[in-house]
């Protein structure tokens, strides 16, 4: 089994905002009339908080309306994969054991090779770098640090597995904004057609 590297010295559980009912909708969407089982998971992602600052070429500051600090971001990376999204929120959860965290990952390591603290780090500034030069002046100099250490977010999702006679599918829905992936599907007999 691959090394997993450290937990992180804290880790939150987010909340759902998408209920089980509303996964078992999306799968019923998608196989119609089907009997099925749901079974809430959670995915293992390393929460980055940077504050950013520029300066104009003299000097002088930008205001940004965030008051001294610049702007603060909240970038969430993939454990697994790596992949960074800036979030639009502050992650908020319940406050869970950096054990908890790391028996989720350790769980999914199969899937996968998992990221380091380090490429965690490199992918949370290349993300909230791209997205300020986009919106700042040109000349304008552009410092990122980090606001604290890196923390570990157990983000929840929905797995939902049924069958309708005709299909079996398995169908992992995200538990914050309903968007769904097919683990797997297999017709289960062919259709008769009369002619």
Excluded: C
């Excluded at 450290?6 to 939150?12: D, Q, V, Y």
């Excluded at 119609?32 to 089982?37: C, V, W």
């Excluded at 929840?156 to 538990?175: E, F, Q, R």
């Amino acid at each position: 089994m691959p090394e997993t590297g450290p937990a992180p010295a804290s880790a939150l559980r987010l909340r759902p905002h998408i209920t089980g009912a509303e996964a078992a909708a999306v799968f019923r969407r998608k196989v119609p009339g089907a009997q099925i089982e749901v079974k809430e998971v959670v995915h293992p992602f390393w929460w980055a908080v940077l504050d950013v600052r520029t300066r104009g070429l003299l000097g002088r500051r930008r205001r940004t309306g965030a008051g001294p600090a610049g702007r603060r971001m909240n970038v969430l990376v993939n454990a697994l994969s790596g992949k960074g999204h800036i979030a639009d929120f502050e992650p908020d959860g319940a406050i869970v054991d950096p054990a908890d965290w790391r028996a989720a990952l350790e769980s999914l390591v199969g899937s996968g090779p998992t990221v380091d603290a380090a490429a965690v780090a490199r992918t949370a500034a290349a993300l909230v770098r791209a997205k300020v030069v986009r919106t700042v002046k040109l000349g304008m100099a552009i410092s990122i640090a980090e606001a604290g250490p890196l923390q570990g977010v157990l983000k929840p999702n929905w797995l939902v597995t049924g069958s309708n006679g005709k299909y079996s599918a398995t169908i992992l829905v995200d538990g914050l904004d309903s968007s769904h992936y097919i683990v797997r599907v297999q017709r289960l007999r062919a259709e008769q057609h009369v002619g």
